[in-house]
T-cell receptor
Framework: DGGITQSPKYLFRKEGQNVTLSCEQN?????MYWYRQDPGQGLRLIYY???????QKGDIAEGYSVSREKKESFPLTVTSAQKNPTAFYLC???????????FGPGTRLTVL | AQSVTQLGSHVSVSEGALVLLRCNYS??????LFWYVQYPNQGLQLLLK??????LVKGINGFEAEFKKSETSFHLTKPSAHMSDAAEYFC????????????FGTGTRLLVSP
């Protein structure tokens, strides 16, 4: 079964800790994306990557970091510098960066 | 710059009634337009997309949307609502060339009553 997997589904973090969210795809897609979703605000782009070893900041990159060492994987680290990290995080991928985006099931991060 | 406005954060219909979810866009270049659906605590699923071919676009689960350039609208409709249609719906816009950077609306929650 091809698809996008995100883990864990729920994540709890203490203030001041970094945490890494996993996103893996077996669709052989070149491009991958991270979005943040807050109630009543729609989705906002954090980072995106068009190819391996390359990524660009989106609209709200401050306090986040990513890596793209493998085509299948695009992990997102939420650092302690992110002032309000509690949110639902969605990963997406596309065959090419001009193609329609398909989304994973999401990770809900809660800072305690 | 591109933006999307979804009128109504909540829409309530009865089962069997017409569903109409409104989306207006602003774009300085010809747009691609999308409707996505999200069930609770899940990712987004593509319902349909407009990519400058036919202005009436048919999607999954009986939904369709019509691109009206003169009204800068891309409203989503379904003739007869089912209970399973209860979800949140997002309209999104991107430029029709190059990187498809999606700009999302704030979403409309559809409530379906028996």
């Amino acid at each position: 079964d091809g698809g996008i997997t995100q883990s864990p589904k729920y994540l709890f973090r203490k203030e001041g800790q970094n945490v890494t969210l996993s996103c893996e795809q077996n669709l052989n897609h070149d491009a991958m994306y991270w979005y943040r979703q807050d109630p009543g605000q729609g989705l906002r782009l954090i980072y995106y990557s068009q190819i391996v070893n390359d990524f660009q900041k989106g609209d709200i990159a401050e306090g986040y970091s990513v890596s793209r060492e493998k085509k299948e994987s695009f992990p997102l680290t939420v650092t302690s510098a992110q002032k309000n990290p509690t949110a639902f995080y969605l990963c997406a991928s596309t065959r090419s960066y001009t193609d329609t985006q398909y989304f994973g099931p999401g990770t809900r991060l809660t800072v305690l | 710059a591109q933006s999307v406005t979804q009128l109504g954060s909540h829409v309530s219909v009865s089962e069997g009634a017409l569903v109409l979810l409104r989306c207006n866009y602003s774009s300085s270049v010809p747009p691609y337009l999308f409707w996505y659906v999200q069930y609770p605590n899940q990712g987004l699923q593509l319902l349909l997309k407009y990519t400058s071919a036919a202005t009436l676009v048919k999607g999954i689960n009986g939904f369709e949307a019509e691109f009206k350039k003169s009204e800068t609208s891309f409203h989503l409709t379904k003739p007869s609502a089912h209970m399973s249609d209860a979800a949140e719906y997002f309209c999104a816009v991107s430029p029709n060339t190059g990187f498809q950077k999606l700009v999302f609306g704030t979403g409309t929650r559809l409530l379906v009553s028996p």
